[in-house]
């Protein structure tokens, strides 16, 4: 397969993870990263091995021998950055949600679209081989027609007030955190699996730490536990910790789901459980390689992840024996296999969210803000 350049725009958490699951793939070299500053570039860059570094990404999409760049950083940044790249002619892998508003998505889409160019969101949680297997058999309709979907995505890393991060803030983030972050996870999830889209919302949003403790230093994502109470300053705080949402979803299933960073022990509880006419599956990201299928009149199953059983076209997302645990970063491999397969060859099929899913994503959340403030149903 052609060999693949890509640049690496953030150096947080989610950059070391894209790194490290690009070069699973063989055919994709990472030849440079960009940060906030030359410095925090290159601190980055020497820790996992790439040998060029900068603190400033536009000398990086200058350079034509790169073929596509990952854009990592806070949200209110995906869109100048996605936009400058699809304008110097690179392919671009953004991360979740989108960007802050749909008006700024449709701009990507009708940009990404006009470039002709290799364009999508990481809605990477799409890609374990058993959810996969979901998407198959709902396909094939042996769960019948959906009535109704239900589910959370609920985590502990910003249960304290002392927890902080730049998703707090709206200004970097957007208006909705915890729904933005992890909720449009399970909203493209959902539609993903059931082909169904979300018609109708009526939410309900809560931010229960009023003010939060702002470290005076730099804490990565999921870090920043042990700091001293001289080490924050006070903050307010109008993002959302928790969040509900009703939904309809097509013609005539309902639904709904819980959204929480602040539930104690749940540390990335990606749950979702979906009920036809003829069966029932439950799925916890938790246990990635386990899949409850629900039955009236006969026993119930319990399967876990072999390639060599699952539905013929999720066999392909599994790529190690059963028995060999798949999990999150396996699921990123799998979104930037079929990412790159795309830029290495534009004839190939788009198998990966694109742009047009990040901009449906948006949607949805501005009606969910829209709801949540109405405290009534809105249409989507």
Known sequence: MKKVTTAIIGTGFMGRVHIEGIRRLGHVEVVAVAGSS???????????????????????????????????TPNSLHFPMSMAALEAGKAVLCEKPLTVTSAEA????????????????CHNLRYYPVVQHVRRIIESGELGEILHVQGTYSQDWLLYETDFNWRIEADR???????GDIGSHWMDMIQHLTALPITSVCADLATFHKTR??????????????????????????????GA?????????????????????????????????????QWNQEEPDRLWIGHRNTPNQLIVKDGS???PKAAA???????????????????????YQKVADPSVPVEYPTFEDGLRGMILLEKVAESAKKQKWVKV
């Open 173 to 179: 983030n957007g208006e909705l955190r915890a729904m």
């Open 309 to 311: 059983l699952l539905h």
């Open 38 to 72: 030359d410095a925090s570039a290159k601190k980055f860059a020497d820790e996992m091995g790439v040998e060029r570094s900068t603190g400033d990404y536009k000398s990086l999409l200058a350079d034509p021998s790169i073929d596509a760049v990952h854009v990592l």
């Open 317 to 339: 997302y599994a790529e190690l024996p059963g028995g060999h645990s798949e999990g999150y970063d396996d699921s990123h491999k799998a979104l930037y296999k079929r990412f």
């Open 213 to 242: 403790k702002k470290p005076k230093v730099a804490v990565q994502t999921f870090a920043g536990k042990k700091l001293k109470p001289s080490d924050y300053e006070d903050v307010a705080i109008t993002t959302d910790d928790w």
């Open 106 to 121: 449709k701009k990507m889409v009708a940009l990404a679209a006009k470039k002709n160019l290799p364009n999508a969101v």
């Open 245 to 281: 949402v009703m939904l309809h979803l097509g013609d005539r299933a309902r639904g709904a789901f819980t959204v929480s960073q602040v539930a104690a022990g749940c540390k990335n509880k990606f749950a979702f459980e979906i009920y036809g006419t003829k069966a029932g599956v």
